[in-house]
């Protein structure tokens, strides 16, 4: 009888083209994605002269200069320039383009799902470490550089030595104000930002299967802020929901036989990881980032740590994020003025995160100015017929059109110099949102109610007696 | 690429952990076509103080010539932008010491010469007593996995596909060349046995 085997082993077998005797595999490439930062890889393959092996599975987005204002006239060349490259290389290679103006524009990892090019047993490849995102559906997907993004265009396969496997099962009930994002950043606090390097997760357990799409790819987008390239979650009667009448979708015939063979993806029982882990949802609390990397985070009702309390390798790079973020051990994180807010990206910029913070924004208003992007043009539409741009406009935040935007700051969307910000998106690290920036990630209710206080703040006593 | 088996230059050290890619090539430099050189982007914000002056007492200000760098764990960890190794290899930097590193940087770094060696904690130290005041010469020898400095032997590890590659210069794309009948019948089995696989066709 065969060994019971973990989703990672039957995806890769699923994708394998061919094993070389050093153990490294070619493996079949179901959907490439390319954005503006692309435009390297393009250089590589135009340079040899060759043409995109698989255009129809080949799918580009303006996301990371996406101007979030007065798009039709872009004043930055450089940022013009960008996006200039990425539709002469769409329209050489014949590429289907989310350009600006498309109504299906958005943020690469929250269009390829919402347009149903993510898909349960693909493999996804994006230029972009946050591919882990599409995980969510029980895909294998990763992010590549340059090389390999040429690679992916002039081959569509990728060279890739097998991850070890890890389980980090999450049971229990998360409480109320406790999202997918207080999982990521409990885990990653926990076992450190190289703690799964060389690993694929696979999420399970009772907390997990009660998350929404939503949550699920929030939880694998920051996969890679554990160290992790693959994030992923088994698909279930929620996948199916999600997908089910999606534009690339399978319909039909197609969609049934499909769902037949997404039925046995699931790791099977008695499947051995190479690592487990295992955490108590009860026991998650909403969590803040308090230094310069993704692991320096603690629950909001926490005192600043003092970094001769922490294991020496850890200690002097906390002292140096304390001085970067202008912060002083022993004082509470709860109560530390911020200046400005941001919810938005590929982690936190679904229409459920839009939902989130408008729970607690309602009504109320924005001590401190912030920007809020929508992670597509759709998401921005949905979130507009649900009234919820109004709440935020009332409350005196930005309302802005989608794409990375501040989370990496490229079509100029920053935090100044020496600015705290409490931000939905997924590094803190120093520089991220500008040039000397202070960033706090926390979840999108976290950072609504930044908002309203004007300082990092505990949701859970804002949320009393609102339906969320 | 040219392919290497050693390389003898000056080991300099930056004892920080998670160098991230961020640090290593701010995104605003992103745009700029390769053509043009990454290596005066390397560490942009690091090395300046506040003014934007180059700070003296920072190692790759003073010592511009340094081909190989020591650093902390988790270096390079962060986003999949190949331009952090750019960054490296155009500053004239051909290796990377370090406890550990971030998958992705890793892999971008073996796609470009650049060799990411990996040292145990013993290995680190032995290294860091070597260059912490002053940078040393080293000779790195990838067919042994050994890195000689003062009088020091330290062995680090790579992933043998790894080496290989950087020794060979290889380039995937030609690599891959030798397959192509192998990814046809592949393409051809998995359009038969999962056609769901492609994107339904929209109207």
Same mark, same amino acid.
């Given at each position: 009888?065969?060994?019971?085997?973990?989703?990672?082993?039957?995806?890769?077998?699923?994708?394998? #083209?061919?094993?070389?005797?050093?153990?490294?595999?070619?493996?079949?490439?179901?959907?490439?994605?390319?954005?503006?930062?692309?435009?390297?890889?393009?250089?590589?393959?135009?340079?040899?002269?060759?043409?995109?092996?698989?255009?129809?599975?080949?799918?580009?987005? #303006?996301?990371?200069?996406?101007?979030?204002?007065?798009?039709?006239?872009?004043?930055?060349?450089?940022?013009?320039?960008?996006?200039?490259?990425?539709?002469?290389?769409?329209?050489?290679?014949?590429?289907?383009?989310?350009?600006?103006?498309?109504?299906?524009?958005?943020?690469?990892?929250?269009?390829?799902?919402?347009?149903?090019?993510?898909?349960?047993?693909?493999?996804?490849?994006?230029?972009?470490?946050?591919?882990?995102?599409?995980?969510?559906?029980?895909?294998?997907?990763?992010?590549?550089?340059?090389?390999? #993004?040429?690679?992916?265009?002039?081959?569509?396969?990728?060279?890739?030595?097998?991850?070890?496997?890890?389980?980090?099962?999450?049971?229990?009930?998360?409480?109320?104000?406790?999202?997918?994002?207080?999982?990521?950043?409990?885990?990653?606090?926990?076992?450190?930002?190289?703690?799964?390097?060389?690993?694929?997760?696979?999420?399970?357990?009772?907390?997990?299967?009660?998350?929404?799409?939503?949550?699920?790819?929030?939880?694998?987008?920051?996969?890679?802020?554990?160290?992790?390239?693959?994030?992923?979650?088994?698909?279930?009667?929620?996948?199916?929901?999600?997908?089910?009448?999606?534009?690339?979708?399978?319909?039909?015939?197609?969609?049934?036989?499909?769902?037949?063979?997404?039925?046995?993806?699931?790791?099977?029982?008695?499947?051995?990881?190479?690592?487990?882990?295992?955490?108590?949802?009860?026991?998650?609390?909403?969590?803040?980032?308090?230094?310069?990397?993704?692991?320096?985070?603690?629950?909001?009702?926490?005192?600043?740590?003092?970094?001769?309390?922490?294991?020496?390798?850890?200690?002097?790079?906390?002292?140096?994020?304390?001085?970067?973020?202008?912060?002083?051990?022993?004082?509470?994180?709860?109560?530390?003025?911020?200046?400005?807010?941001?919810?938005?990206?590929?982690?936190?910029?679904?229409?459920?995160?839009?939902?989130?913070?408008?729970?607690?924004?309602?009504?109320?208003?924005?001590?401190?100015?912030?920007?809020?992007?929508?992670?597509?043009?759709?998401?921005?539409?949905?979130?507009?017929?649900?009234?919820?741009?109004?709440?935020?406009?009332?409350?005196?935040?930005?309302?802005?059109?989608?794409?990375?935007?501040?989370?990496?700051?490229?079509?100029?969307?920053?935090?100044?110099?020496?600015?705290?910000?409490?931000?939905?998106?997924?590094?803190?690290?120093?520089?991220?949102?500008?040039?000397?920036?202070?960033?706090?990630?926390?979840?999108?209710?976290? #950072?609504?109610?930044?908002?309203?206080?004007?300082?990092?703040?505990?949701?859970?006593?804002?949320?009393?007696?609102?339906?969320? | 690429?040219?392919?290497?088996?050693?390389?003898?230059?000056?080991?300099?050290?930056?004892?920080?952990?998670?160098?991230?890619?961020?640090?290593?090539?701010?995104?605003?430099?992103?745009?700029?076509?390769?053509?043009?050189?990454?290596?005066?982007?390397?560490?942009?914000?690091?090395?300046?103080?506040?003014?934007?002056?180059?700070?003296?007492?920072?190692?790759?200000?003073?010592?511009?010539?340094?081909?190989?760098?020591?650093?902390?764990?988790?270096?390079?960890?962060?986003?999949?932008?190949?331009?952090?190794?750019?960054?490296?290899?155009?500053?004239?930097?051909?290796?990377?010491?370090?406890?550990?590193?971030?998958?992705?940087?890793?892999?971008?770094?073996?796609?470009?010469?650049?060799?990411?060696?990996?040292?145990?904690?013993?290995?680190?130290?032995?290294?860091?007593?070597?260059?912490?005041?002053?940078?040393?010469?080293?000779?790195?020898?990838?067919?042994?996995?050994?890195?000689?400095?003062?009088?020091?032997?330290?062995?680090?590890?790579?992933?043998?596909?790894?080496?290989?590659?950087?020794?060979?210069?290889?380039?995937?794309?030609?690599?891959?060349?030798?397959?192509?009948?192998?990814?046809?019948?592949?393409?051809?089995?998995?359009?038969?046995?999962?056609?769901?696989?492609?994107?339904?066709?929209?109207?």
């Amino acid at each position: 009888m065969r060994p019971p085997q973990t989703m990672l082993d039957k995806l890769w077998a699923a994708h394998e #083209v061919t094993r070389r005797e050093d153990g490294v595999s070619l493996l079949w490439v179901d959907r490439h994605l390319v954005h503006e930062g692309s435009h390297h890889a393009f250089a590589k393959i135009s340079e040899r002269d060759l043409p995109v092996a698989e255009p129809g599975l080949t799918f580009a987005v #303006v996301d990371h200069y996406a101007p979030t204002r007065n798009r039709s006239k872009i004043d930055a060349p450089q940022i013009a320039r960008m996006i200039d490259t990425l539709r002469d290389n769409a329209a050489a290679h014949g590429l289907r383009l989310y350009d600006l103006d498309d109504p299906r524009q958005g943020i690469v990892h929250v269009v390829g799902p919402e347009e149903g090019l993510t898909l349960p047993g693909l493999l996804i490849n994006c230029g972009d470490s946050h591919t882990s995102t599409h995980g969510a559906f029980g895909t294998l997907a990763f992010g590549i550089g340059a090389t390999e #993004v040429a690679h992916v265009l002039a081959t569509q396969t990728v060279w890739q030595r097998k991850p070890r496997s890890m389980r980090i099962s999450v049971e229990g009930t998360l409480g109320a104000g406790v999202t997918a994002k207080d999982i990521a950043l409990g885990w990653i606090a926990r076992l450190g930002t190289d703690g799964a390097q060389g690993h694929a997760v696979e999420y399970a357990g009772s907390a997990i299967r009660g998350l929404s799409m939503e949550g699920r790819m929030t939880l694998c987008n920051l996969s890679i802020e554990g160290g992790a390239r693959f994030g992923m979650v088994a698909p279930d009667e929620t996948t199916l929901a999600y997908l089910k009448g999606r534009r690339f979708a399978p319909k039909g015939a197609e969609w049934q036989a499909a769902c037949v063979s997404w039925a046995s993806l699931a790791s099977d029982a008695g499947a051995r990881f190479d690592r487990e882990v295992t955490l108590d949802a009860s026991e998650i609390s909403p969590t803040v980032t308090w230094g310069t990397s993704p692991e320096q985070a603690l629950p909001i009702r926490t005192p600043i740590p003092d970094p001769a309390s922490l294991p020496p390798h850890k200690a002097e790079a906390a002292r140096a994020a304390l001085e970067y973020m202008g912060l002083k051990t022993g004082d509470m994180l709860e109560g530390t003025p911020v200046d400005q807010v941001f919810i938005g990206s590929c982690t936190n910029g679904r229409i459920e995160d839009l939902r989130a913070a408008a729970a607690v924004l309602k009504g109320r208003k924005a001590r401190v100015p912030g920007l809020i992007s929508p992670g597509s043009a759709r998401v921005k539409a949905q979130a507009e017929a649900e009234g919820l741009d109004r709440i935020f406009i009332e409350a005196g935040l930005d309302w802005v059109a989608s794409g990375c935007s501040m989370c990496v700051g490229m079509n100029g969307d920053l935090v100044g110099e020496g600015k705290r910000c409490a931000s939905s998106t997924n590094r803190n690290f120093k520089g991220r949102q500008g040039r000397g920036a202070r960033t706090h990630l926390m979840s999108p209710a976290m #950072v609504a109610a930044a908002a309203v206080t004007g300082e990092l703040t505990d949701v859970r006593p804002l949320l009393v007696g609102r339906v969320t | 690429m040219a392919g290497w088996h050693t390389h003898q230059g000056q080991a300099i050290c930056l004892p920080v952990a998670n160098v991230d890619t961020d640090q290593l090539i701010p995104a605003r430099f992103m745009s700029v076509s390769r053509a043009d050189g990454y290596g005066d982007y390397l560490l942009y914000d690091m090395r300046r103080d506040a003014t934007g002056a180059l700070r003296a007492d920072f190692p790759l200000n003073a010592h511009p010539g340094a081909s190989v760098i020591l650093a902390g764990r988790n270096f390079g960890s962060g986003s999949s932008r190949e331009a952090a190794v750019y960054a490296l290899v155009d500053a004239g930097i051909r290796a990377v010491i370090a406890p550990s590193f971030g998958d992705i940087f890793a892999a971008n770094a073996v796609n470009n010469g650049l060799l990411p060696a990996k040292v145990d904690d013993e290995g680190y130290a032995a290294v860091e007593a070597a260059v912490a005041k002053d940078p040393q010469s080293i000779t790195i020898d990838l067919d042994a996995r050994r890195l000689t400095i003062d009088a020091a032997t330290i062995h680090f590890t790579i992933d043998d596909s790894w080496a290989l590659k950087l020794k060979n210069g290889w380039d995937d794309i030609d690599l891959t060349r030798n397959y192509c009948e192998a990814i046809a019948a592949f393409k051809v089995n998995r359009s038969q046995t999962a056609t769901w696989a492609w994107p339904a066709e929209v109207e």
